[in-house]
């Protein structure tokens, strides 16, 4: 009994898988724009807050929102943890009309978070993403205990 030779079949599941491999993948599909959710007073003046700092490039302020073991953990960059180094890391960042908005959100007593979209200038469309996860003593201001954000889009290329 022969068996065909090895570069027969390569071929064969060649010109089978060829026609699948050369389909060009479906477009994405439109984006959504997901509605705003109205946050609490409390929850909101963290957004504000943070958009004011940002604005003025403030990275002490920006840090001053965080817990003191607080993370960021933004697009392209690895962690940062605890107030002095995200205020290293916010340094030379800022200066541009951030606008934040709330997607969805939870708050208990102590913990909450905050879902939300982000985009720069006036009636900005969104260009990333953002949670925030929130911490507080009992009747005290929220503080951000992580800060993770993403781009919509991916990075460009250099």
């Known amino acids: 009994m022969s068996r065909p030779p090895l570069p027969s079949i390569v071929l064969g599941l060649m010109l089978l898988t060829e026609p699948v491999l050369a389909q060009s993948p479906p477009a994405p599909a439109a984006p959504v724009r997901l509605p705003d959710v109205t946050l609490p007073p409390a929850l909101d003046r963290v957004l504000r807050d943070y958009e004011r700092a940002w604005r003025a490039g403030d990275a002490a302020a920006l840090a001053a929102l965080f817990a003191e073991d607080g993370f960021v953990l933004q697009s392209n960059r690895p962690p940062v943890r605890g107030r002095a180094a995200i205020r290293a890391a916010y340094e030379g960042q800022g200066g541009s009309l951030l606008q934040l908005r709330a997607l969805a959100f939870a708050a208990e007593e102590t913990s909450g978070y905050i879902i939300g979209a982000y985009g720069y200038g006036k009636n900005a469309t969104d260009t990333g993403k953002?949670?925030?996860?929130?911490?507080?003593?009992?009747?005290g201001p929220w503080l951000i205990v992580s800060d993770m954000d993403n781009a919509n889009a991916p990075p460009r290329q250099r």
């Open 130 to 139: 953002f949670t925030l996860t929130l911490r507080r003593t009992p009747g």
